[in-house]
């Protein structure tokens, strides 16, 4: 059972293999044994996707909350262990996969050995006990409804625009947003398809601005295609500046526009309300409690002065 709904969630014997720590081979084995106990096909099976068929769309929604459960009750025995185990599964958007989780997740590892971290990213809403996730990260405007949030990473952040040398050089530098409609811009995309607009801020005055351009990418590792493009003098890039940062301080991109660039708030750690959290999700919420509570203290005035 706890194969099908490990298929079933990935939509494929291969995702789930990767996930799952089984083989994609011992999965379908383990799948067709429970279709043939139950004398119903739950799968139907193409060479391009897996999918839930009705009766095994329903036996999937009972299964869930019921395995979720089970490993709710296993997990009391980490009551009796002297560190926590288990698996912690995180549902993280790109720019937190590359900026927030490096330091942070490889800090919480070696305080933790014996719990292991599985990261989903993807940028678009998802409810995490369906997608078979303990707790996501996001933004507080695309935070899901009921959850409780832990602020985590850097509390505030910025998004950066910045252009090469070469390419300023070639077709001038803007001295307003509206100005960026004029010039090649290097854009992203949702998953969702939605391709945001840039958004910058000066003195109360609020300016969106959709500008177009010779490459679009969608968040993820092609990030750094847009990033490399920018370098190369192909065009005006507008990106958070902590991924920026590297270039700027090398002098490869030059920051434009910057008394325009744009505060929010940073992300937060979200997860059900759930009386008793998995020991792995309860270590993490801890780790990431002390970690703003380190911040907090060295970002103090008198930590500053001291």
């Not at 800090?107 to 990213?121: G, S």
Request: hydrophobic content about 40%; some cysteine; aromatic content about 6%.
């Amino acid at each position: 059972m706890a194969a099908f709904v490990s298929v079933a969630r990935a939509g494929g014997f291969r995702d789930a293999a990767r996930t799952s720590g089984i083989s994609a081979s011992g999965l379908s084995t383990a799948v067709r044994r429970l279709e043939s106990r139950l004398g119903v096909r739950l799968l139907n099976r193409t060479t391009r996707s897996v999918a839930p068929t009705e009766a095994g769309e329903r036996l999937l929604e009972r299964l869930t909350p019921a395995l979720a459960d089970m490993e709710a009750a296993l997990d009391v025995l980490n009551h009796f262990r002297d560190r926590p185990a288990g698996t912690l599964r995180l549902n993280v958007p790109a720019g937190v996969a590359r900026i927030v989780l490096p330091s942070l997740i490889t800090r919480f590892l070696q305080a933790y050995p014996d719990i292991r971290v599985e990261l989903t990213v993807e940028d678009s809403f998802v409810d995490l006990p369906s997608v078979g996730c303990d707790a996501g990260i996001r933004y507080d405007e695309r935070l899901e409804p009921n959850m409780i949030a832990t602020p985590i990473g850097p509390r505030v952040q910025r998004f950066a625009t910045a252009a090469a040398p070469a390419y300023l050089d070639a077709h001038g530098r803007p001295e307003h947003p509206r100005e960026l409609l004029g010039h090649a811009c290097l854009r992203g995309r949702f998953a969702s398809g939605s391709m945001p607009t840039w958004d910058f801020e000066r003195e109360g005055e609020v300016v969106k601005v959709d500008p177009s351009g010779p490459l679009v990418v969608r968040p993820g590792a092609v990030i750094d295609m847009a990033v490399d493009a920018a370098v190369a003098g192909l065009g005006i890039i507008h990106l958070y500046e902590d991924m920026l940062r590297p270039h700027l301080d090398s002098g490869a991109l030059v920051p434009i526009l910057e008394p325009w660039w744009q505060d929010f708030s940073g992300p937060f750690l979200y997860y059900p309300g759930r009386q008793h959290l998995p020991a792995p999700l309860r270590a993490f919420v801890d780790f990431v409690k002390r970690d703003g509570e380190e911040r907090a203290s060295t970002s103090s005035p008198a930590s500053r002065k001291a």
